[in-house]
């Protein structure tokens, strides 16, 4: 039974640490995953589907980290930070709400706490970003050089 315990809150542990990790790729995952099924869908087949979202899901996390860490004005680098945050608040929401309602939480207290966990995981997704956004700006936001 210990054992059991122990086992179940080390599971617990990594599955939120991932979840905080992770958290940021759920912009990426998402377009790729959505190119996926758009060109599986059509008469491009499973395998040029796959490989199609691939490197959209690719490009656009590329696309975003060069975009968060280029010398573009702060609130345009916020910006995109925030997109990739909203995904991964949409996420957390979604993974909070499914273990609360795994629980068998009433309704109310699965909505508070879902919300909760989405502003968690938001907040961590721009967290994460953050070291990327103000590496290249001085106190004021003014490009350093050098």
Do not use: Y
């Amino acid at each position: 039974m210990l054992l059991g315990l122990i086992l179940s809150a080390t599971g617990i542990v990594l599955f939120a640490w991932a979840m905080f990790r992770l958290a940021v790729f759920a912009l990426p995952v998402g377009l790729g995953a959505a190119t996926f099924l758009w060109a599986a869908g059509g008469e491009l087949g499973l395998l040029l589907g796959l490989l199609l979202g691939l490197v959209v899901g690719v490009a656009a996390l590329l696309i975003g980290r060069m975009l968060i860490a280029s010398r573009l004005p702060v609130p345009v680098r916020g910006a995109v930070a925030f997109l990739f945050a909203v995904p991964a608040g949409i996420a957390g929401h979604s993974v909070v709400s499914g273990l609360m309602h795994l629980g068998g939480a009433r309704p109310t207290a699965t909505g508070i706490a879902a919300a909760v966990g989405a502003i968690i995981i938001a907040s961590a997704a721009m967290m994460s970003l953050l070291p990327a956004m103000t590496a290249r700006t001085g106190s004021h936001g003014s490009p350093l050089h050098g």
